[in-house]
């Protein structure tokens, strides 16, 4: 009953005209924001911070939340259509959207991008407003042992994400895990492989690697083999451009795993969106009956990760509304927000500014629909990108990682390590070498050091201290089941074969 | 009518000093956290305020130069020598990076000091439900458990650890750190009953203590803050360590002219002046700590020897 009052309130305040032009105003530019490469909403949000002291508070967190929530809307249009992930979320979305785009199935993996994201981004929501004060309880059960777990189970994906050879795969996974090596050692800030380079302290950033090997390794690649220069088919006719019954239909149980998956990762202040989306990936790919076809183009390859992606922002927002625990950088600065506008967000926000809270809870219902309205008509425009000639896209793919880069750094330096892991991603496509696995071990890579030492230095140097704890056991258990899967499938396929050879 | 004139003339004057140097451009403003980190925050702030008090003539644009705990963006200065409308914001991480890190060259006397800006005082709090009481009390049960308790807080360098050094050393009794890189985590670490205790800002730890779920034994502050009039001082706990402030303030570019210095030393010292920067401070139970650029450079050297002698007693390796 509570709960249908506040949300009635929160109806109310959203749906002033005011309010609902602020949440316009909000996904509008998330979308923009998340279809740039690079430019991402922490520095958006930053940007217009000072702008927002004039603001209605109620109408600024409406806006700032739905640069939020919508900029992962757009991350996975670059992913499909260009195969530059707008931002590490979308990279999982690569590698089926991106090969759905390559076959002619753009629009259909655009259009299932909008519906996963609208599906779990309003799941996440519910679960907000329903389970808020009991998960933050969860969450804070969390501690290093369980984030170690939690990015081994991570890791384990591994196995899912491999091409035809295993081995190829663990090992760009382990180049992965040594490129997040690089920099300051977070706890002894000693540094680490920076040959004296001043620009390598911080490590090397995400996003110079992923568009580095996906985007640049693909033109390169591409190039190479002198395709004709209409690079991709585009069907005519906009039902060719929407995702069918069908496609609906096998997405059902990927709608599922991304808003769940992608909404109990987002309440853990550790974790973040990229994980969610790669660990939603490895369930949707290992529940599969289909698995052989994933990274083919398989609808439910996109669908899951971006669904993940989005419910991931409804979990984030329980620990900063519960407790005022910020768990990525853009919570952080939206409780910044909170401070500079005169809130202390902490334990009794929501008892004190039910109105706020009510208020944000009802405008991401309204904005999750608006973004649907808003993305759903570009899929045809954007498909059309795709006809354009090679000697077009190309060059243009080639600047926009470019700027992509530049906009995050600033740094002439960081220029360079992209044409080096553009250079890179050829090659390993060359060799056949799955780039997913490196950037899934570059992504993890800190997080699980960071858990491994953080839990070792809490037990003085036992690992028992990793199954002694029940959460930690349960998920380590889980890693270990998932590295089992590629065994069993051998299993079952030398059964199969058994049985035929004896029916002969 | 020519009193009148005069008049105006001197309140000109009054106003906004004559100084030979005088921004022409937006002024590039480099922090070295991403955007909601401290001294991000802090720098649009100030810029908020300068612009609403209309201290400069033109506005001010903060440059996130994140990466090796404040090293990129100090060299990134370092590069810009003699450029007139760039400033950077330092923190203590500044003067502590280039003592343990060979890469970090770029020390604040490199570069043209301006003004200290803000000293924030710290508390020492533990989870509500701990059996402490005191400061007292969490000593005495760590020295029956040795090693076995633990705090958690920022990396080795940061303010957190050199304060757990300075009450080791005082006392002969030992516990865990556990670094966590945000500043989330460590509460939630706290919070969570994964470590004992931990060395925290007031703003951050307001609201905790207000839901009853974090208590206060003691204040890392010379007097009393005014939001915890009843929490004893480190001294007053009976513990004779100093009490280790967080320090902010503005740098320039080096190579520039002593009139520029000049210049910005001025519109800070004006900016520390206005209500809405003693508002912002007791916003954030920041501590007012204006120096000027001699003075800042002077504490400087002190605060690096000193910094220096306490890491290395805790056993880090110094390279400066």
Not at chain 1, 1 to 18: N, R, V
Not at chain 1, 270 to 289: D, L
Not at chain 1, 301 to 313: K, L
Not at chain 2, 198 to 217: K, Q, T, Y
Request: charged share 15%.
């Amino acid at each position: 009953m509570d709960i249908a009052a506040g949300l009635m309130h929160g109806f109310a305040l959203a749906l002033q005209p005011a309010n609902l032009w602020w949440c316009f105003v909000g996904v509008l530019l998330g979308t923009v924001v998340g279809i740039m490469p690079g430019l991402g909403p922490p520095a958006t949000i930053a940007m217009l911070l000072p702008l927002t002291a004039l603001m209605n508070p109620a109408g600024a967190i409406i806006m700032l939340a739905g640069i939020y929530y919508g900029a992962k809307y757009g991350g996975s249009t670059t992913s499909i259509l260009l195969n530059v992930p707008g931002e590490s979320a979308s990279v999982v979305t690569c590698i089926d959207g991106y090969q759905m785009a390559r076959k002619g199935r753009a629009g259909p993996a655009l259009g299932i991008a909008a519906i996963a994201s609208f599906i779990a981004g309003t799941v996440g929501v519910i679960g907000l407003m329903l389970i808020s004060p009991p998960l933050a309880r969860f969450a804070l059960a969390f501690s290093s042992p369980e984030y170690f777990a939690l990015m081994t189970l991570g890791l384990a994906m591994v196995v899912l994400l491999a091409g035809r050879s295993m081995v190829k795969a663990l090992l760009a996974m382990l180049v992965g895990l040594w490129l997040a090596g690089i920099g300051t050692d977070p706890f002894s800030t000693t540094s680490r492989f920076t040959f004296g380079r001043m620009e390598l302290l911080s490590g090397i950033d995400f996003v110079v690697v992923a568009i580095g090997i996906f985007a640049l390794g693909e033109v390169l690649a591409n190039m190479e083999a002198r395709e004709e220069p209409q690079a991709l088919p585009v069907p005519k006719g906009l039902r060719n451009l929407l995702p069918t019954l069908r496609d609906l239909r096998d997405c059902r149980f990927a709608f599922v795993n991304g808003s769940v998956i992608g909404f109990l990762i987002g309440v853990l202040p550790g974790a973040g969106s990229t994980i969610a989306s790669f660990i939603s990936y490895g369930v949707e790919k290992a529940f599969s009956r289909r698995r052989d076809e994933f990274g083919t183009g398989v609808i439910e390859g996109v669908a899951a990760p971006e669904g993940a992606n989005n419910s991931e922002t409804g979990g984030a927002l329980v620990p900063l509304l519960t407790l005022g625990i910020p768990g990525s950088g853009t919570t952080a600065i939206l409780l910044a927000a909170l401070v500079l506008w005169g809130f202390k967000p902490g334990p009794l926000f929501i008892s004190e500014h039910p109105e706020m809270f009510w208020g944000l809870v009802a405008s991401m219902y309204i904005g999750n629909v608006m973004l649907l309205i808003l993305n759903l008509p570009l899929v045809p425009l954007f498909a059309q990108v795709l006809r354009a000639p090679v000697y077009v896209l190309y060059p243009v793919i080639f600047g926009l990682s470019i700027v992509g880069v530049y906009t995050v750094s600033g740094s002439v330096f960081d220029l360079a390590l992209l044409a080096g892991f553009g250079l890179l991603g050829y090659v390993m496509r060359k060799l056949d070498y799955p780039s997913a696995p490196l950037v899934l071990g570059l992504v993890l890579g800190g997080a699980m050091e960071r858990a491994l030492r953080q839990s070792l230095m809490m037990s003085e140097g036992s690992l028992g201290i990793l199954v002694s704890r029940p959460i930690s056991a349960l998920m380590l258990a889980c890693a270990a089941l998932v590295l089992l899967i590629p065994f069993f499938a051998r299993l079952n396929t030398w059964r199969l074969r058994a049985m035929e050879e004896e029916n002969k | 009518m020519k009193t009148l004139c005069m008049a105006l003339a001197a309140l000109t004057v009054a106003g906004a000093p004559a100084y030979a140097f005088k921004p022409t451009r937006p002024i590039e403003v480099v922090v070295h956290t991403g955007p909601g980190g401290g001294s991000d925050l802090l720098a649009r702030a100030v810029a908020t305020m300068i612009e609403k008090e209309r201290l400069l003539p033109v506005r001010m644009q903060v440059v996130n130069k994140t990466g090796g705990g404040g090293a990129v963006a100090a060299a990134y200065l370092a590069e810009k020598a003699g450029e007139q409308n760039t400033i950077g914001f330092f923190t203590g991480v500044w003067l502590t990076g280039p003592l343990t890190s060979a890469e970090a060259k770029v020390t604040l006397r490199d570069l043209t000091p301006i003004a200290r800006l803000v000293l924030e005082p710290a508390l020492i709090a533990v989870k509500a439900d701990a059996p402490y009481r005191t400061l007292g009390d969490f000593i005495a049960a760590a020295k029956e458990r040795p090693g076995q308790l633990k705090q958690s807080g920022g990396s080795v360098t940061s303010r957190d650890n050199v304060v757990r050094q300075l009450l080791q050393k005082a006392t002969g009794v030992r516990w865990a750190y556990i670094s966590f890189p945000g500043g989330g985590e460590r509460i939630a670490a706290l919070l969570g009953g994964h470590v004992n205790v931990m060395v925290i800002e007031p703003a951050e730890a307001g609201e905790h203590i207000r839901a009853g779920n974090m208590r206060v034994l003691a204040q890392v502050s010379e007097t009393r803050l005014a939001g915890f009039p009843d929490v004893p001082t480190l001294k007053e706990a009976g513990f004779d360590v100093p009490a280790v402030p967080q320090v902010r303030g503005v740098v320039a570019p080096p190579g520039i002219p002593a009139e520029n210095v000049a210049y910005w030393e001025d519109v800070f010292r004006r900016l520390t002046r206005t209500a809405s920067w003693r508002n912002f401070l007791a916003d954030n139970q920041f501590e007012d700590g204006y120096q000027n650029a001699a003075e800042l450079a002077k504490f400087y050297d002190e605060f690096t020897d000193r910094m220096r002698t306490i890491l290395q007693e805790a056993g880090v390796k110094t390279v400066r």
